[in-house]
């Protein structure tokens, strides 16, 4: 069974939006602290942010302000809303329990930045 599905990459320019989606399986969802990660080409995954099941939000500081965390309860579904997109951006976008469980890793999502 598939526990997440991440949706929403593209290819952007500079300075452009996306929101990223991720479908959450229902147990999974109410239970754990739900979170994005990235991974960029050659480097490990990374973790980008959080939202508990009470709804706190935490986001790794470098990205504050251009990175928001949400949730969508009735539709088990977190996003993430990328402003002001950089090239350093660029990276394949993946959504999982946090901490993360090496079993639910998902196809992800892919982001191109360029001009």
């Known amino acids: 069974q598939v526990q997440f599905v991440e949706s929403g990459g593209g290819s952007v320019r500079p300075g452009g939006s996306l929101r990223l989606s991720c479908i959450v399986s229902?147990?999974?969802?109410?239970?754990?602290?739900l979170g994005w990660y990235r991974q960029v080409t050659g480097y490990h995954r990374s973790w980008i942010a959080t939202i508990t099941t009470g709804g706190i939000t935490n986001v790794l500081n470098t990205l504050e302000g251009r990175f928001t965390i949400s949730r969508e309860i009735a539709n088990n579904t977190i996003y993430l809303q990328i402003d002001n997109l950089k090239p350093d951006d660029t990276a394949v976008y993946f959504c999982n329990t946090v901490p993360y469980s090496p079993h639910f890793w998902g196809q992800g999502t892919l982001v191109t930045v360029s001009s």
């Open positions: 229902s147990s999974i969802f109410s239970t754990y602290g």
